[in-house]
């Protein structure tokens, strides 16, 4: 996987851009990590595992893409074919008295923008969105997103198999005490391989 993250002074101008690639290995059936590259330079580190904790919490790290079709109404906009496979263009906005049951899920109550799904599976294959105000997850300043944030995220099926997710994009402005936070940031998931002993799943490594 491949990490960017951009700063930006008051006028947009970036100040700062750090990157990481990090290849995901399978080791005695548990999943590790390895930093192959900082800052466009190779590294050699020793693969550290994941706690058996953090995987758990991060099993479900995409649930909330699941709420996208409870917590939105969507307008047809088109069609258009990405990856060789035609996708259904749709413009959303929140849905009136939509509840979210995933807390990340609230960002729904105050987001718009579009939305490409797989004709032939129904599958999110891409995002672009915008929030139109601001909205706190969970408590304190730094579980909020703010007014103006945009993100995207992409996916695809892999050599026929599951569907995951190819890249996201967060570029947002947070205002901390008396501190304003610019930032960019990219997630790259490459070279996605099946597992030949587990039919259906992919591990991601990275060049």
């Known amino acids: 996987a491949y990490s960017e993250k951009r700063e930006f002074d008051a006028e947009g101008k970036e100040i700062s851009m750090t990157s990481t690639r990090i290849r995901r290995e399978l080791r005695d059936g548990a999943p590790s990590f390895r930093t192959i590259e900082r800052n466009g330079k190779p590294v050699d580190e020793a693969p550290a595992p ?60 105050k987001m718009r923008g579009r939305i490409w799904i797989d004709k032939a599976e129904s599958e999110l294959v891409k995002t672009d969105a915008e929030m139109f105000d601001t909205v706190q997850i969970g408590f304190g300043v730094l579980a909020k997103i703010t007014k ?13 198999g599951p569907w995951l997710m190819e890249w996201t994009k967060f570029r947002f402005d947070a205002r901390f005490l008396f501190k304003t936070i610019r930032q960019e940031q990219l997630m790259r998931w490459e070279e996605y391989k099946l597992r030949p002993d587990r039919a259906g799943s992919a591990v991601a490594a990275s060049r």
């Open 50 to 109: 994941r706690p058996a904790a953090s995987r758990r919490k991060n099993g479900g790290e995409q649930d909330w893409i699941q709420e996208f079709p409870e917590a939105l109404d969507y307008k047809i906009a088109g069609e258009e074919t990405i990856h060789g496979r035609p996708a259904l263009i749709l413009d959303f906005e929140p849905r009136a008295g939509y509840k979210p049951s995933n807390m990340k899920a609230r960002i729904f109550e």
């Open 148 to 160: 103006g944030t945009r993100f995207s995220l992409g996916r695809r099926k892999v050599d026929g």
